[in-house]
Every structure is written in structure tokens, then in C-alpha cells.
């Protein structure tokens, strides 16, 4: 079994089996992750670099693991104080890197498109680690995964998505991903931050959590970008977390148990109360230890396709 | 200089002349009209099957000098638009220094007169406010007495309603054109996608089309307001690019507004499904940007039905380095000269969409009306200013042969049919390298 595609540039129009090779082979990887020695030969001699043109803590250094769980080379770059920062071009500074004999670019940009301008650019698979407000498939991915290991299964399962829909490619990934597996999504959040016609990705829009929540089986919960509030997108954050925030009072309506996810990092007391974020029905940290497990089965799919 | 143009259909609407006929050319000035004899010294074209219209103009041209002759200077964009099939170009003012002061102008028109010997005609248009801010009125009676033909902040429409009422009653008593680029800026902020399923889709970041109506609205309105006050105001609009601003368009010039309206071939052409399509082509990134194929269909209608008056290009040049970036960091705009002529005679007019003679209205005729200028007359004792066709040459855009400094085009690889094959003004005669 091989991906349709030579690079991760988003779960836009990826098909089912593709989304299912990546989760399947995640499995394999997880258990390798529980091993005392969780390193695999994979990727021996194959060189990754992790480009971010945006700061990341969380999603490069789960990338870097994966990269060197599989025993891949691994170089960063990033912004500051580089080569971009001194005027040289995306462009450039990309076809410099590849000179180097670069198999792999694992790359973060804050340009919608970015890393498909790449792919077009450079002959290495491309991941896309996040693209403006566009794309984040690995996130969506792994999000996906931790549902599927709750639930055993996709197909139907109740997805809302909170917060800022119109900024957030982690959104974005989950609606194509989703829908492409067959469940239900919906999105809720302020209306100046739903993006237009967004029903017509196949999502219902809701303005008020407290009416979702009976409806679903898991809340994807996204961190609310504090510097939007400067552009006026909501009022105050105190409304927000008033009005949309998921806390346990909220929670406790539901006649079932609901899991709660965030992409993180987590704003407590905005998105999520505390008592939520730590209780037992939050898969955060979940979410991070299947990153990996996510990450090194694209890395070792794209990388070992024939070149 | 004689030139003999033989079996040639010359169209000229504004003169109700569609004749194939032979076309004596002596010394810049038409000869002789009819069954032409040869002698020894004329230089002898067959024309068999080709137009002859009068020359074409492109409203709306950027030509980028001064301050940005990286990605055209005066001389390279005269070259596209002769190459193109264009006798004349009005070239906006966002250059640096903008043309909000005479000297400018002054300098664009000297560069002009010395490239291809001045044949092709350049006609700048002045900025509406001081360094286009929206601020400040620009000098506008020195302006025209510096030879502006019309008058436009363009890509920096005037946001203040007090500065544009302004405007209008300043401007009004100079018979000079008001050219807008219709955006309120406070709504499409930092947008770049057409805002709608596929702005959603790709997560750009979104451009709503009611700022183009809104911005259009007011400006009809405030004309509508002070009609009774000024003695006349000659309104323009840019680019128009969506349904709903042809709707208000077609509403009031029903009610006798003195206004006219431009489209651009690529926005007759594209939609912001191909943004999609081409995987962020940065050669898609255009202001206004891309619509949906609902809004094609109602710029079609507008075209057919004499609502729109003009087709220009909104050439803007682009070096490629600028070019070939991620989508957000590339400038709008995309060239046009060179493909234009091509892109209308194939999609429209060999598609029986529109017929000839309304593609030369569009481009040769109705310019001229809106810039006040004298119409061009195919007749004996004429200045020869002439765009000439082949409609049923077949070949593909290539951006080798362009004359422009820049590549950004969308068009590049594109299969037509009907092309320009040259243009001849003030004596000289340009063949089309396309």
C-alpha cells in the first residue's frame, strides 16, 4: 500500500484509504513508542529538514521526535536570524536548502499555500505543518486518530468544532478529514469568527455551545488567538469564555460523557476552564503522545515511496 | 513612407464603415481609400482575411516609472502595448513619485515621445489627492493644464466621502474623467480571495465583493447629490468585477448618470475556483480578485448589452522574484497588454459572443469618448491610427515573445485563435512579434 501523493499538503481531497493508511500505520508506530528502545532504522540516511517560518514549540519538536525515532537526519531552520532575515527570498532560501540534498521538507509557514508553492519548487516530499489559515493535516490526523482509538470508529461519530473557525487550520483539516471518514461535524463560535459559506464544506453552525453539547461525542475545543482580539473579532475575552467557553457546569447537561480535545497550546479560563482541561474527559495529552505516532507514519510513508 | 494595406476589411463603427477595400498610407497620413493600383514604391501588404480598426487604447496600463523600473520602464511597456495591438495607453498614477504634481507628468510624457519614436500615444492620468492618500486634494488644474486626461488614486481609492464629494465638484470643471477603483478598504482589509467557498476552502484570507458595491454606491449617490450643483461630472468605473456592482451600474445609467465602466479580460475569464485549481498561482492574486462564475455570466451579459464600455487590461507589472512567493507575500496584479486582443478575439468574438465591431467599440471607440478624445477616422486625409488584426490566426501565449519586462501572467500556455498583427501610428508601422 502506498500514498496517492508525494507529499502531505493537506486532507483536502484525500482519499479514505490514503487517511486510513496513515492511521493504520500510526498503530504500528504507537507500539513502537511504548517500546524501551523506540527507535526504528526507517529512515536511515534519508535527511529531513524542519522548516518553520512561524514559531511552534509543540508541533516541531514532534516532528523532530518522529524524524529521529526513525532514525532520519534531522536539520532545523528556522526564521530568526537566518538567511530570511536577511532579505533573501522563500524561494531562495528553499532551492539553498535543497542543494543541500534534502529528502524530506517538514515545513510551517504563515501563508496560506505555502508549502504548495514548495512542492512546486523543490523536488523533496513536502509535509505541511501548517499553512496560514489554511491547512494543518498532521494535527487533524491525530486528532482523528485519538478519536478512533476512543471510539473504534469514524464513521458517524458527532464532532463540534469551538472557537475560531475562521483563523484555524486546524478546523479546516478536521472538516475535510472528517467528513471524507464519515462523521458528523459542526462548528460553533462567534459569527465574526465563522468563515463564509462554510456549510457548504458539509459542517452545521452553531452560536451556542450549550446547545451542542447534548448533540455531540467530542468537542474539539481551539485556542482562542489572543492578538485577534486587537482586530475586534469579539468583544472581550470574558465574554468569549462567558459564552463559549467549556467548562464543567457546561459539560455536566450532557447525558453522556463528552471527550474534549485542543490542538494547544490551551488559554485556561478562556476556551477551557481548568477543571476541564485536567478532568477525565480530556484527551490533550493523548493528543500529543499520538502526534508522534501520526508524524512518523507520514514521514516513513512519503519517505519511502519510490523516488 | 507609402504603404499599401490590400483586401483588408477595415471596420470603423463610429464611422458605420465595414468595407473590404485597399488602404494607401503616405507619409503617416491615409492616401487614397478603394481599388489601389501598386507602383514601384509602395511597400505592399495582402491583408487578405485581416481587420483594420482604428487604434485601440488601454484605459488602464501601469507602466511603473518612475520608481519601479524593475518590473517595466516607459519603453518596455510602450513595446508590449504595440506588440499587443494598442496605439494608446493611459497609465495610472501609483508610481514613485506618484503623478500628483506636473513635473511627473511632465517626465512620463518626456520618456514617452522617445520610445518607438513616440507612436504609440501614452496618456496619463493624475492622482485624485496628494501622494494618494485620500487626504488632500492633488493640484489637479495644474495637472491638466500638464496634460492628464483623467483622474484616479486607483489602488488607493479616496475612503473619506467628504475628500471624494470634493473631488467630484473640483474635478467637474475640468471635463476630465474620474477613473475609481472601487474598494472600501475597511472591509477587505488585508483580504486576497474572493470571499465565498473557495476563500473558505483555501483559507485565504477573505475579500468580500460588497466592497466594490459599496464604495460604488456611495460615489453614485454623492454624484446623484450634487448633480444639480456642478455642471458635470464624468464618472469611470475600474475593473468592475461583480454581479451586484453591474446591477447598480445598469440601474443607474438607466437613471442617466453620466457614468462608464471598464472590465478586464481576466476577470471575464478566471474565477477564484482557479485559485484552487492551480494550487495558489500568485499569477491569480488580482485586485479586485477573482468572482465565481455567476459573477462571469453577468460581466458577459453587461459586455453584450452595452452596459460595460470598455475593455482594459489593468497591466501591472510584477518582477518574477516578486512573483514566485507564497500567495500572500506576491503583489496583486497581473500584465495584460500582450494578451488581451488575443484572449477577446478568441473567447469572445470567435465564440460569437460579442461581434467585431463591439470588441472595437470596447476598445477603440468608447475610450475615446471617456478620455474626450477626437475618434480616429478611417478616411482620406486622416492621421493613420490603426490597430491591425488577423481573427483567425492559431497560436499559443508565449511568454518569450512578450515585450514586457514582466512575466505574470496567468495566460501563458494558452491556446487562441485571432491575434494582433500590428499597429501603425505617426507614420510608423509596428508588426507584432507575438
Not at chain 2, 473640483?170 to 475597511?186: A, G, L, N, W
Not at chain 2, 506576491?330 to 486582443?341: D, K, R
Not at chain 2, 493613420?384 to 508565449?398: F, R, Y
Request: proline letters at 5%; a negative charge; charged letters at 25%.
Amino acid at each position: 500500500m502506498a500514498l496517492k501523493s508525494r507529499h502531505l499538503l493537506g486532507l483536502e481531497g484525500m482519499p479514505k484509504e490514503d487517511i486510513e493508511l496513515i492511521l493504520d500505520t500510526a498503530v504500528s508506530f504507537k507500539e513502537v513508542l511504548e517500546r524501551p528502545i523506540k527507535k526504528v532504522p526507517t529512515l536511515q540516511g534519508k535527511t529531513v529538514v524542519n522548516l518553520f517560518f512561524e514559531s511552534s514549540t509543540r508541533t516541531r519538536i514532534s516532528f523532530e521526535l518522529a524524524e529521529r525515532r526513525l532514525s532520519a537526519d534531522v536539520v532545523n531552520f528556522t526564521t530568526a536570524g537566518s538567511s530570511i532575515a536577511k532579505g533573501e527570498t522563500f524561494k531562495d532560501t528553499v532551492k539553498n536548502i535543497e542543494a543541500m540534498k534534502i529528502d524530506m521538507v517538514v515545513i510551517r509557514h504563515s501563508s496560506s499555500g505555502a508549502p504548495h508553492f514548495l512542492a512546486k519548487v523543490v523536488d523533496a516530499n513536502v509535509i505541511n505543518a501548517g499553512d496560514g489559515t489554511h491547512e494543518h493535516p498532521t494535527q487533524a490526523l491525530l486528532d482523528i486518530f485519538t478519536m478512533r482509538e476512543k471510539f473504534g470508529y469514524i464513521q458517524g461519530l458527532n464532532v463540534c468544532i469551538v472557537g475560531d473557525i475562521l483563523h484555524s487550520r486546524v478546523a479546516r483539516s478536521n472538516i475535510f478529514g472528517l467528513k471524507t471518514l464519515g462523521a458528523s461535524v459542526s462548528v460553533c463560535g462567534p459569527e465574526t469568527l465563522i468563515p463564509k459559506d462554510i456549510e457548504k464544506l458539509g459542517v452545521e453552525v452553531y452560536h451556542n455551545i450549550d446547545e451542542v453539547i447534548p448533540k455531540v461525542d467530542v468537542l474539539n475545543v481551539l485556542r482562542l488567538q489572543l492578538e485577534r482580539q486587537n482586530s475586534a473579532f469579539i468583544p472581550s475575552l470574558q465574554e468569549y469564555h462567558k459564552f463559549f467557553g467549556i467548562t464543567r457546569k457546561r459539560l455536566e447537561k450532557a447525558s453522556k460523557p463528552i471527550l474534549i480535545m485542543h490542538p494547544g497550546p490551551i488559554n485556561r479560563g478562556v476556551e477551557l476552564s481548568s477543571d476541564v482541561a485536567d478532568s477525565e474527559h480530556s484527551l490533550i495529552l493523548e493528543q500529543v503522545t499520538n502526534g508522534v505516532a501520526i508524524r512518523m507514519a507520514v514521514l516513513y510513508l512519503l519517505g519511502t515511496m519510490s523516488n | 513612407m507609402k504603404i499599401l494595406l490590400k483586401n483588408a476589411r477595415v471596420i470603423s463603427p463610429s464611422q458605420g464603415l465595414d468595407e473590404v477595400i485597399d488602404l494607401l498610407i503616405v507619409d503617416g497620413k491615409i492616401e487614397k481609400l478603394g481599388d489601389i493600383e501598386e507602383t514601384k514604391d509602395f511597400q505592399v501588404y495582402d491583408m487578405s482575411g485581416k481587420i483594420i480598426s482604428p487604434g485601440f487604447i488601454d484605459m488602464h496600463v501601469h507602466l511603473r516609472e518612475p520608481g519601479f523600473e524593475h518590473k517595466e520602464t516607459i519603453e518596455t511597456g510602450i513595446e508590449a502595448g504595440a506588440n499587443g495591438g494598442f496605439t494608446g495607453l493611459c497609465c495610472m498614477p501609483n508610481t514613485e513619485p506618484p503623478m500628483d504634481e506636473p513635473s511627473v507628468v511632465e517626465y512620463v510624457k518626456k520618456r514617452a515621445s522617445k520610445s518607438l519614436d513616440g507612436m504609440i500615444e501614452v496618456y496619463p492620468i493624475g492622482a485624485v489627492t496628494k501622494k494618494r492618500e485620500g487626504r488632500e486634494l492633488a493640484p489637479i488644474a495644474e495637472l491638466v493644464e500638464a496634460g492628464v486626461v483623467g483622474f484616479s488614486d486607483d489602488g488607493n481609492p479616496v475612503q473619506d466621502s467628504g475628500v471624494m464629494r470634493k473631488a467630484f465638484e473640483y474635478i467637474s470643471m475640468f471635463d476630465r474623467v474620474i477613473i475609481q477603483h472601487c474598494e472600501d478598504k475597511t472591509l477587505t482589509q488585508n483580504g486576497m480571495a474572493n470571499e465565498g467557498y473557495w476563500s473558505t476552502l483555501l483559507g485565504l484570507p477573505p475579500y468580500p465583493d460588497i466592497s466594490e458595491e459599496i464604495i460604488l454606491y456611495r460615489d453614485l449617490r454623492l454624484i446623484q447629490y450634487l448633480k444639480p450643483k456642478i455642471k458635470k461630472v464624468k464618472y469611470h468605473i475600474a475593473h468592475i468585477s461583480s454581479k451586484s456592482s453591474i446591477e447598480l451600474l445598469r440601474k443607474f445609467k438607466n437613471e442617466g448618470l453620466n457614468i462608464t465602466a471598464e472590465v478586464t479580460p481576466h476577470h471575464l475569464l478566471l474565477t477564484d475556483e482557479d485559485i484552487w485549481r492551480s494550487s495558489y498561482d500568485t499569477n491569480l492574486k488580482v485586485n479586485p480578485p477573482l468572482k465565481s462564475r455567476e459573477d462571469i455570466e453577468s460581466l458577459v451579459e453587461a459586455l453584450k448589452d452595452g452596459t460595460i464600455d470598455v475593455i482594459a487590461t489593468d497591466h501591472a507589472p510584477h518582477a518574477p522574484e516578486e512573483k514566485e512567493a507564497d500567495f500572500a507575500s506576491a503583489p496583486f496584479g497581473i500584465i495584460g497588454l500582450e494578451t488581451a486582443v488575443g484572449l477577446i478575439l478568441s473567447e469572445f468574438v470567435n465564440k460569437g459572443v460579442i461581434s467585431i465591431h463591439r470588441m472595437i467599440e470596447l476598445f477603440a471607440v468608447n475610450p475615446r469618448k471617456i478620455l474626450g478624445l477626437p475618434q480616429v477616422k478611417i478616411a482620406e486625409g486622416e492621421i493613420a491610427n490603426l490597430t491591425l488584426l488577423d481573427p483567425n490566426s492559431e497560436w499559443i501565449v508565449d511568454a518569450k515573445k512578450f515585450k514586457s519586462k514582466s512575466r505574470n501572467s496567468p495566460f501563458i500556455g494558452w491556446k487562441l485563435k485571432g491575434k494582433p498583427l500590428g499597429v501603425i501610428n505617426r507614420g510608423k508601422v509596428y508588426w507584432s512579434d507575438l
